[in-house]
């Protein structure tokens, strides 16, 4: 069965840091992209990053502005990010995604209407103020 499942959500204070996961099974990496999106209450789904594995490539949303890092660890078939310097802004929903990069481009998986293959169930983060 194919699954993405986060972890590492919590309650952090304004500039604390929280690192989240997301496993994956049933499938690999190794042709996909993997995104990290947010869904703030009463707000749309907005992307904070995304690493496109077969080519390297990576984004991240405006609002980042270096204080955030997305990883894989290929071996564990795990997805990190590593987000610091949070903000208050931040709060949300934390899902992650994946998605074939065998026909699409990662650069696809970054446009507000991609479709993805797998999303997780999501993972909730609230900073404090």
């Known amino acids: 069965e194919v699954q993405l499942v986060e972890s590492g959500g919590g309650l952090v204070q304004t500039g604390g840091s929280l690192r989240l996961s997301c496993a994956a099974s049933?499938?690999?990496?190794?042709?996909?992209?993997i995104a990290w999106w947010r869904r703030a209450p009463g707000k749309g789904r907005e992307g904070v990053s995304l690493l496109s594995v077969s080519d390297g490539d990576i984004y991240y949303g405006d609002f980042v502005q270096g204080r955030f890092t997305i990883s894989v660890d290929n071996a564990k078939k795990t997805a990190y990010l590593q987000m610091d310097s949070l903000k208050p802004e931040g709060t949300a929903v934390y899902y992650c995604?994946?998605?074939?990069?065998?026909?699409?481009?990662?650069?696809?998986?970054?446009?507000?209407?991609?479709?993805?293959?797998?999303w997780g169930q999501g993972t909730q983060v609230t900073v404090s103020s």
């Open positions: 995604a994946a998605g074939t990069t065998a026909y699409r481009s990662g650069a696809y998986y970054w446009s507000p209407g991609a479709t993805y293959d797998y």
């Open positions: 049933g499938f690999t990496f190794d042709d996909y992209a």
